[in-house]
């Protein structure tokens, strides 16, 4: 079957897609799947787009799905709170070690902790979407 069911959902606003099994016809499908009284359109499986990277910020927009921009870049940025986490950590066992040795923490990784605190700015500076699918936390020098 070559047709997909999409829909937003009326809570979240996430764009649903519906996949029937052949087992009923479409019409019956969405009237299973699709809450009472949301619209809904059936749409050929090209009009899905294949590229999931931002799947959550997916919204319907003139009935196609589009990418919310706004909820792209907070998507980037946690994932790339996930990706700093461990560099964080090692960061700050380097940061004790600094103390515990020199009673400071030294500039390179005063620097190195700042560099990671700032980096979910990139998302806000990103201008395309190319950008925000480039941007990597361990881009960042984590040697200090």
């Known amino acids: 079957?070559?047709?997909?069911?999409?829909?937003?959902?009326?809570?979240?606003?996430?764009?649903?897609?519906?996949?029937?099994?052949?087992?009923m016809t479409i019409q019956d499908v969405a009237k299973a799947a699709v809450p009472?009284?949301?619209?809904?359109?059936?749409?050929?499986?090209?009009?899905?787009?294949?590229?999931r990277a931002f799947?959550?910020?997916w919204k319907l927009e003139d009935d196609q799905i589009t990418e919310d921009w706004v909820k792209s870049v907070e998507i980037t940025k946690e994932r790339l709170r996930e990706e700093r986490k461990p560099l964080f950590q090692a960061a700050d066992v380097k940061a004790m070690r600094d103390i515990e040795s020199t009673g400071a923490v030294s500039p390179e990784t005063a620097s190195l902790k700042q560099s990671l605190r700032d980096v979910t700015a990139l998302a806000d500076a990103a201008k395309s979407r190319d950008e925000l699918l480039a941007l990597e936390v361990a881009a960042f020098n984590t040697n200090a």
């Open 55 to 57: 799947r959550n910020a």
């Open 36 to 51: 009472s009284g949301v619209a809904y359109q059936i749409v050929d499986v090209s009009d899905i787009p294949t590229d």
């Open 1 to 23: 079957m070559n047709q997909r069911i999409i829909y937003s959902d009326p809570t979240t606003g996430n764009v649903c897609v519906v996949i029937p099994t052949g087992e």
